[in-house]
């Protein structure tokens, strides 16, 4: 083997730090030379092969290197992502916390004292005033109402996306809620001008029988009030993937651009009739969220001048097995009770609509009992103070109990008098305060259609 | 002798085993009685290479029966005790914990991607049915160390094995540079590997680590033969003269201690990965355990202190996984060179000992799909399931 290379530099010739040499003779810095241009072109022959994928074992080695360290960045990329994510991820779910914390101490904190305020103007309402002033406190009472019914929408909304509320899905027959809806808004329509037609179905859903009737309610407030004059449909269509529960008027209809829009939170229209019950917009953003919580698809079939047709599908459920009534099965006495509610004041009647509505209860609503008719509901819901010129609700429970013995009747009276209290229990109705304590009417309820249930389940 | 030191409990999922018997027999027949476990499920080995491979692959055979058994020759072994010389070392994997599935590639040349995919494949069906719930893999693999075909083996593998971490060992023959094995299907084989999956429960880590840090000097190959893996000249100068120069000896005094002390390295990106030269021949060339190709710039290294860099990884493995059950090491044999010049060895024995690492000094590592040097490549296996 060859081992004189004393001659040549003994420096190393790819070192940069190396000093020159001053005495370096000619031949030295020929060979230094002739090393550097060939080390030059080794490196460029491997600058030149290097794009090579799998070019012999080297390559395969490089491949393997380059590989791994994209594998350990890309790995390293994934976990900082993840863990960013992760981060954004809990405060996220940390602020949304804080904010239906807050959302709900607001509806505690303020609905208490709007509640108090409504109820001030209310019994100023009820005393001799000037007519400008009258019309003056009927206002504060509407605006109030608006904020109530704001602030309770925006909680809705909160607890919708928070995902407080939990669907309750069972099967029951689409009838028990369209037919009491029907009944419901066939007056408050009739009361606008305008007709409710409504095509009962035989059909079967399975659902959240109260989120869903917050749907079409929903939907059947919004065809009233943006609807001058025709006609409002409420009917179903039998499709594949569920039961079309379709809302349909003879409105103004909706521009194509908006319809998008519309299931946005703070999107009104600007067709309703000034007076109205004023909103912020909320509904259908609530309607939108109900439908994607319970994975019913919703539809709207509009054109300008046309009316809009509204529906929300909503899946077949089972059929109960003959003989046993799907509601009757609930545990809960109020679940699927027909109950009646006598007021005079429109909101006091969408309010307990709602709340036994909420509870199951089939609730057909009215000013007077003339609007009631049908076969012998479970109970009774009665104001005592029907408004002037009016026989009372005592009368009127009176009345009813004649012609359906045994009626368990709640008198609901703002009088706090021990005397008329004693004089109702006399009569054999049961008396409950205002304002109502949702909670002890719940209790109540339930007590006197329980002390019903043999007879209910004869019928 | 004792099999084990301190004895692993009745229900240990790993049993480890030592035999210094020269007779193959009774070598095997003291590994058996140390893995005599109920639910024995596979068996990997390490042995030297002065056996007689005939005779120990039929005892191992009588001994084991149809239980999966792989193993590969080596350049010193890692038993319970450290480092030792001319014995036969053995894990035996409980089959509570662990699915074991192995397969030899016997024909090197031909390993394409097609043939890593189908041996892949067939590795996941058999591993699967007894593996614990729960069970992540991982592929060790034993290579031939003389076979200068571990880059394109390795790399055509790791393609395969896409997610699931790899790591191995090149076979040794205590430095004789001659003929190195690896065995599997009752057989010992030349120009061969094994991959062996395993599937388990227990918290793992595949890990290398070396503690050579580089130097200023550069070599650039400006002439080499990629097929036997020879430098020929570095820096435009015959490879071992200029390389002797380095090192700061005679070219005559260079040896396998001195390619130990001073190694070189490719730099890719910001890591060095360390080739190591295996030995000088009588051209003036230098023979490398690894690829090598014309153009290529090495790097002189430096070794760090090793025990201490030794000692932190061992630590950092037994914080991340709890106490391990074992660890699987692949050890290149320079580093043990390394070692015995500095009069080191009995302190890296009781470290190893402490670590529980089993193993065998190598001819190369393999990580992730890599063929490396002069590192310790293994896996560490937890005792316990993570909480």
């Not at chain 1, 609007?371 to 609700?393: F, I, K, N, T, W």
């Not at chain 2, 010992?188 to 388990?200: D, E, G, P, W, Y």
């Amino acid at each position: 083997m060859a081992c004189t290379s004393t001659r040549l530099s003994p420096e190393w010739p790819l070192d940069p730090r190396r000093p020159p040499e001053p005495g370096a003779s000619p031949e030295a810095l020929a060979a230094e030379n002739d090393r550097l241009r060939r080390i030059c072109a080794a490196l460029i022959e491997r600058v030149e092969a290097g794009g090579v994928p799998h070019g012999g074992p080297y390559g395969a080695f490089e491949h393997s290197v380059l590989l791994a360290e994209q594998v350990r960045e890309r790995t390293e990329t994934l976990q900082r992502t993840l863990a960013a994510l992760e981060r954004s991820r809990a405060e996220a779910e940390a602020a949304n916390l804080s904010k239906t914390k807050f959302l709900a101490a607001v509806s505690h904190d303020l609905l208490q004292p709007l509640n108090a305020a409504r109820l001030f103007a209310s019994a100023l309402e009820g005393q001799a005033l000037p007519a400008s002033s009258r019309r003056l406190v009927g206002s504060i009472g509407r605006s109030l109402k608006d904020v109530e019914s704001l602030i309770g929408s925006l909680v809705d909304i909160s607890r919708l996306d928070a995902g407080v509320l939990r669907p309750d899905v069972a099967s029951f027959p689409a009838e028990e809620l369209l037919g009491v809806l029907a009944e419901e808004y066939r007056q408050l329509a009739a009361s606008r001008g305008l007709e409710l037609r409504y095509v009962p179905t035989r059909a079967v859903i399975a659902s959240d029988l109260a989120l869903l009737a917050r749907v079409v309610r929903n939907f059947l407030s919004n065809a009233i009030r943006y609807t001058q004059s025709g006609r409002v449909l409420l009917g179903c269509r039998r499709r594949s993937e569920g039961l079309e529960i379709l809302v349909g008027d003879t409105g103004p209809g909706i521009a194509p651009a908006q319809q998008r829009l519309i299931f946005e939170e703070f999107r009104r229209l600007g067709t309703a009739e000034e007076g109205d019950n004023r909103g912020l917009g909320l509904g259908l953003a609530i309607v939108e969220r109900i439908g994607g919580m319970l994975g019913h698809p919703l539809g709207l079939v509009s054109r300008p001048g046309h009316g809009a047709l509204f529906s929300v599908t909503v899946p077949y459920g089972e059929r109960a097995a003959p003989g046993a009534a799907v509601r009757d099965e609930a545990p809960e006495p109020l679940a699927g009770a027909r109950v009646w509610v006598i007021d005079n004041d429109a909101d006091i009647r969408d309010g307990m609509a709602a709340l036994l509505g909420g509870w199951g209860c089939r609730v057909a609503c009215a000013a007077s009992p003339e609007a009631l008719s049908g076969p012998a509901p479970a109970a009774l819901l009665v104001d005592y103070h029907l408004g002037e010129r009016r026989p009372d609700g005592l009368a009127v429970a009176r009345g009813l109990r004649e012609r359906h013995p045994g009626l368990p009747v709640v008198v609901i009276t703002a009088n706090h008098d021990a005397a008329l209290k004693a004089h109702i229990r006399e009569a054999g109705f049961e008396c409950l305060l205002k304002p109502l304590k949702p909670l002890r009417l719940r209790l109540l309820l339930g007590a006197l259609l329980e002390a019903q249930r043999p007879r209910r389940s004869a019928r | 002798m004792r099999p084990d030191t301190p004895p692993p409990p009745a229900a240990a999922p790993l049993c480890r085993a030592v035999s210094r018997h020269a007779d193959p027999e009774a070598a095997v027949a003291e590994l058996g009685e140390a893995l005599d476990h109920p639910a024995l499920g596979g068996v990997l080995f390490f042995c030297s290479a002065d056996y007689p491979l005939e005779g120990l692959s039929r005892a191992l055979r009588h001994t084991f029966g149809e239980l999966p058994v792989v193993g590969c020759t080596t350049a010193g072994e890692i038993s319970p005790s450290g480092y030792e010389r001319g014995c036969i070392v053995a894990i035996g994997f409980a089959r509570e914990d662990f699915a074991v599935a192995t397969a030899l590639v016997a024909d090197l040349d031909r390993f394409d991607l097609l043939a890593a995919q189908r041996l892949v494949d067939d590795l996941l069906e058999r591993c699967r049915p007894g593996a614990p719930a729960g069970a992540e893999r991982f592929a060790l693999t034993l290579l031939d160390g003389l076979s200068s075909r571990e880059e394109q083996v390795l790399a055509t593998l790791e393609a395969a094995l896409g997610r699931i971490p790899g790591f191995g060992g090149s076979a040794g023959d205590d430095n004789r540079l001659t003929r190195t094995h690896v065995y599997a299907e009752g057989r010992f084989h030349s120009q061969a590997a094994v991959v062996v999956m395993v599937a388990t429960a227990l918290p793992f880590e595949v890990f290398t680590t070396h503690h050579l840090r580089p130097l200023d000097h550069k070599l650039v190959v400006t002439r080499a033969d990629s097929a036997t893996r020879r430098v020929l000249e570095l820096n435009a100068l015959p490879a071992a003269e200029e390389y002797a120069r380095l090192v700061g000896v005679p070219v005559a005094a260079l040896d396998a201690e001195a390619f130990a002390l001073h190694p070189l390295a490719v730099r890719i990106a910001d890591a060095h990965y360390v080739r190591s030269v295996q030995r000088v021949n009588p051209d003036g060339s230098l023979s490398f355990y690894c690829a090598v190709e014309t153009g290529i710039v090495l790097t002189a290294m430096h070794p760090a202190p090793m025990l201490e860099q030794l000692e932190a990884v061992l630590a950092g493995l037994a914080g991340r996984l709890g106490d391990p059950a074992l660890v699987i090491g692949c050890d290149c044999f320079l580093r043990r060179l390394e070692l015995e010049s500095r009069g080191e060895l009995a302190a890296a024995s009781r470290l190893l000992a402490r670590g529980r690492v089993i193993g065998f000094n190598t001819y190369g590592e393999q990580h992730h799909g890599m063929h490396l040097n002069q590192t310790f490549t293994g896996v560490a296996i937890g005792s316990a399931p993570p909480a």
